[in-house]
């Protein structure tokens, strides 16, 4: 059951005489067979039929419910503004102004942004373990909550379980970005989704992981945190005032899709993309790429002749996998033989520690950094990922991904990894594609001419110092610190990623912030200035540094050897400045 799926549909099949909203008229002014065409038909406005987000009476209000069901919670809101306005209503509707918040610098540049609309007092800890997080609350008893972002960008977990118990133990609320953990539920062998884990508020981007378009977002809430009605009233008054009050029904009708897609097929489909996902780590590790510890968990094979292995016909050619690949091909006989290792039991349930699904491989051990080997994937064989840093590549797999789709993406990292190791040495001499700067993004954050050490990685070409020494390593936009499989490869040092600024004394306000003078500064020149904006490696979206934070020596460093590697950097414009504040707080 889709209701307002089907009730767009069901309108727009109608053939209305449209002297309504939106101007195209159900796609006639545009032109017939363009981009538009067919898909505005569906572009609808609030109708009888259609109801209306922000007071859903009808087929939203249905589809809502039916989505509360379907992802354990109390409450369901459908979201048109991605997760950033379910973080934003999350924030608000949990913090008075003026309160404490206990958060996790891990945190994505959307819950600074909440915390400066709510004038909250941010109480910065990492990592967040329980350990840190029982700590932060000692510190702060005064806390109203805690907020944890989980998945973090690289699929790592953290404890959720335990860290709620210590938040509800001193009568904190707990909020949870997990815009990447939409899929969760689904499934009896990754992690527990937050609700099932006990949190009272959490987001979740369904475009990210589900059969979902963009912008598509859910926000949900415990049937603790219902109990209050002045929350829900808050949450539903934020949220009328941060969404648009033009809601997309496209995209919500996409959002009332998976959900019901997921009911009906995620199950068996998360398995099927669990076992691919699996035999890539395990070829990737043979091909030499360094893969997390807790990544690989052998299980007998599902069936891979399963619906989703149909959802994308398209075929792609590649030059035949190696032996040791095809040994370990989904389906292999010699699979089911083998012991099962499980990677955590959680209550009797064998589950994953980590979101396998998001796959990330380490690049260092075969001589190329993660930004020179998503260029080559692009360049070489047109397979864009989600992004890369100094270290690492990072490459989400959805059920929409077929087994074609990652034998397609093996093929081309064990070429990449051939070609890497048959080079005269690491990271100097590389093929043609493995450009330094990330594809398409020429010209970008670029190290002037005039940096010390130069910015290519053609034959001959000077290697960064952070890469040479480590500096940065992993921990430079929030990678985790994981070391690789195999025992004659290096661990990577478990170096925090960030330089954390001292808990800021007074809460964080948008418009103070806004209105206070600003001027760009050459980055170099910047160490000992207070930021005025976010300074952010994108993606993840992890902030470097938030305005009225102070830019150490350390920071510049820091960013100027991501510069260097080529990593994306929004927050210093193109001629490397950033921007800072022209005079102290309070002057």
Known sequence: MKPLYDAVMEYANSFPYAFHTPGHKLGKGFSSGGAFFDVAGFDLTELPETDNLHYPEGPVKRAQELAAIAFHSARTWFLVNGSTCGVHAMITAACRPGSKLIISRDFHMSAYNGMTLACVKPCYTYPPTPRMIRQAADKNPDAVAVYVTRPSYFGEMCELEEIVEIAHSRNMRVLVDEAHGAHLVFSEKLPFCAMDAGADLCVQSAHKTLVALTQGAYMHASAEAVKENSLVYRIETALRSIQTSSPSYIIMSSLDY????????????????????????????????????????????????????????????????????????????????????????????????????????????????????????????N???????????????TIADTEEDFRYLKNALYTIA???????????????????AKPGAAGHNAMSPGATEPNTACPGA??????????????????????????????????????????????????????????????????????????????????????????????????????????????????????????????
């Not at 989703?308 to 075929?315: C, E, I, K, M, N």
């Open 462 to 587: 000077t290697v960064p110092g952070a890469l040479k020494s480590g500096v940065g390593r992993d921990r430079a936009n929030g990678a985790p610190g994981f070391c690789f499989r195999s025992s004659e490869q290096p661990e990577i040092a478990d170096a925090e990623w960030q330089v954390f600024p001292e808990n800021v004394s007074a809460p964080l306000c948008f418009y103070d912030n806004l209105h206070r003078e600003a001027q760009y500064s050459a980055l170099t020149s910047a160490a000992g200035m207070t930021a005025a904006a976010l300074v952010t490696p994108y993606p993840p979206g992890i902030p470097l540094l938030c305005p009225g934070e102070i830019i150490t020596p350390e920071l510049v460093e820091k960013i100027v050897n991501l510069l260097r590697a080529g990593i994306k950097i929004n927050g210093i414009d193109g001629e490397n400045r950033i921007c800072v504040y022209r005079f102290p707080a309070g002057v």
């Open 418 to 436: 051939n070609e890497a190791r048959d080079s005269e040495t690491c990271f100097g001499s590389c093929a043609a594609g493995y450009s330094a």
């Open 383 to 397: 397979i864009r990922i989600e992004t890369s840093d100094i270290d690492n590549i990072v490459m989400i797999a």
């Open 258 to 381: 998976a959900r019901e897609n997921m009911q009906e097929h995620g199950s068996d489909e998360l398995d099927r993309l669990l076992f691919l996902c699996e035999d890539f780590y395990k070829c990737m590790e043979k091909a030499g790429y360094g893969v997390p510890l807790d990544a690989i968990d052998y299980g007998e094979a599902p069936d891979t002749t399963s619906r989703g292995a149909q959802l994308d016909s398209t075929s792609h050619s590649a030059a035949p996998l190696d032996a040791a690949s095809k040994s370990e091909a989904p389906g292999a006989t010699n699979r089911g033989a083998q012991p099962r290792r499980v990677a955590k039991s959680v209550n009797g349930q064998n589950r994953y520690r980590r979101d396998i699904t998001r796959l990330v491989l380490n690049t260092r051990k075969i001589g190329l950094t993660g930004v020179m080997a998503e260029a080559a994937l692009f360049n070489k064989f």
